[in-house]
């Protein structure tokens, strides 16, 4: 099937309430601008010079999705991500949302939204807030939470998550759980500069798990361009 099919299949498939958001790493601009093209709305990259280059390509085309910054954010690259990305899902430590908040005015922006990403299987070769390194988690996310609270330029917006890579998604269905209960205490803390609106969990191999365990966001390459070249994923 083509590019476009793929994505409107999907799209049909979940609930109107979950945000695609399509992850571009290694594909051309014609294949991102044909699901664009298609009606996908947002836009992952795990890379910021990869972002650059086809947000410029893309032109007028860039303006009118979402951009989601999901790879390990550097802190030598906020200025360039900001300049951008809509959003940042991939805040993992205090030092590093006040690394970004420092930076938002200089991208003359007012308020950017950021995700926490957790590690839910802390795992080593991931990046992410591993849960085994401290516990108990869920106290200590949110202290984070409340740091990040007293930072007037971002705000919290959301959870994200890749989960373990099992052949069966059935086996990461205790993960996508854990990581729906820490987002659903968050929420419920009610801080400042807080709206926990998206839990972005899911990706090929295991969207529709993590959409029965409360995702809302889904993060979606190879079911929708096909299989990788080079898989650096
Ligand atoms: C590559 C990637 C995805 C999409 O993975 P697929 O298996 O191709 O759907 C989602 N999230 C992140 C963070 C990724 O790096």
């Not at 950017?112 to 807030?129: C, D, H, L, M, R």
């Amino acid at each position: 099937m083509s590019i476009s099919a793929n994505y409107i299949k999907i799209r049909q498939e979940i609930p109107k309430e979950v945000t695609i958001v399509l992850s571009v790493k290694t594909r051309t601009v014609e294949e991102i601008e044909e699901a664009i093209n298609a009606g996908a709305t947002d836009i992952g990259q795990n890379y910021v010079q990869e972002a650059g280059q086809m947000y410029s390509a893309l032109q007028k085309k860039a303006t009118k999705v979402r951009w989601h910054m999901i790879g390990h954010l550097q802190t030598n690259k906020i200025n360039k991500a900001l300049r951008i990305f809509d959003v940042i899902q991939t805040v993992d430590s205090a030092e590093k949302a006040a690394a970004i908040d420092k930076r938002v005015e200089g991208a003359r922006k007012r308020i950017v939204p950021v995700y926490i990403e957790i590690n839910i299987g802390s795992e080593f070769s991931k990046a992410g807030i591993k849960p085994a390194e401290h516990e108990p988690f869920e106290e200590y996310i949110e202290k984070l939470v409340m740091d990040m609270s007293k930072l007037e330029r971002i705000r919290v917006e959301g959870l994200m998550t890749m989960g373990p890579r099992f052949g069966n998604p059935e086996d990461v269905r205790p993960y996508f759980r854990r990581t729906r209960k820490i987002f659903e205490r968050i929420k419920a803390l009610d801080s400042p500069n807080v709206d926990m609106k998206y839990l972005s969990m899911g990706m090929t191999n295991s969207y529709r798990t993590a959409i029965e365990e409360g995702s809302n966001m889904v993060r979606i390459g190879t079911a929708i361009f096909g299989k990788r070249k080079c898989d650096i994923g």
